[in-house]
């Protein structure tokens, strides 16, 4: 179904998916979807069999400007199984008007269902006044996999996050009840992004949060994850313009690694070789990369 977007004095434009995805006989299908304006879904892909659905969200004017606000809205019905990506960056562009730019997502992984949600990253251009919001809500024994990768600015182009704000926040919730909140809101020039409480003076940084107590009596992951953290941390950062960090951390409940670097490109990579490795061990699937990423 689609709907004409809403204009407001010809200066805002709303857009919105909604999509609802269905297990039947181990086939996992989309439902009821709804959308305006321009984002939109390909066709359901099935690259690992029909009992998981691999989704490409686009959008394709690419970024947001003074006004634009993006809804995502995704619906994973108990035994469905769902990777959900993205083509390519999201962006915020400088903003030159009065109007806020934005987008929220809002997630629903049912009882016995699973969610990968595998994004690409979000560019916040100077001068931006953006806010990123995701709240996931999970039931019973759903599970969710899922990352989120952030660039202040352009370090590639030399186009530093000079001026400009951006709110953010994670919230994931078990049965109606708060499993991890984190949130930022940062006025750009501020010490968070220099000091050494903060960012470090490194431009991008992500976190991957999976609901599950993986590291609690598995020592074969444990030790995996312990190679995995040196290699990157040690290795492989090395060879990194301005290095990368990375920080695995088990809590009651949630798994969480955090990174942190100045290439997008590399942090996306680390992020990917963490799913190749957890991917097997909490699913019993080997990690299917989306084709998309790599074109």
Known sequence: MGEKPELVGNKRWLAKFSGQFIETDGYTRMGLTQHFG??????????????????????????????????????????????????????????????????????????????????QENIIFDGADGELSTCVDIYGNGLFVGWEITCLGRHESQDAFETGRLKQSLRINHNNRPLF??????????????????????????????????????????????????????????????????ALTQKPGVFVARIMGNKAEWLRRCFEDLWLIIRPELLGRQACVPRIWRT
Request: with cysteine.
């Open 181 to 246: 909140i984190e949130n930022l809101t940062l006025v750009a020039p501020t010490e968070l992004q220099s000091g050494r409480a903060g960012f470090q003076g490194k431009s991008v940084f992500g976190t991957f949060v999976i609901n599950a107590d993986m590291m609690i009596d598995d020592e074969p992951l444990q030790q995996q994850l312990m190679i995995f953290q040196r290699r990157w941390n040690d290795e492989i950062s090395a060879t990194v313009e301005g290095h990368i960090v990375v």
């Open 38 to 119: 321009p984002l939109r879904v390909q066709r359901p892909f099935y690259p690992e069999g029909q009992g998981c659905l691999h989704l490409y969200l686009l959008h394709p004017p690419g970024g947001l400007v003074g006004g634009d606000h993006l809804s995502i809205d995704l619906d994973v019905e108990s035994g469905a199984h769902v990777l959900m990506t993205t083509p390519s960056a999201g962006k915020i562009y400088r903003n030159i008007s009065d109007l806020s730019q934005g987008q929220y997502v809002s997630l629903r992984v049912g009882d016995g269902s699973i969610l990968e949600y595998l994004p």
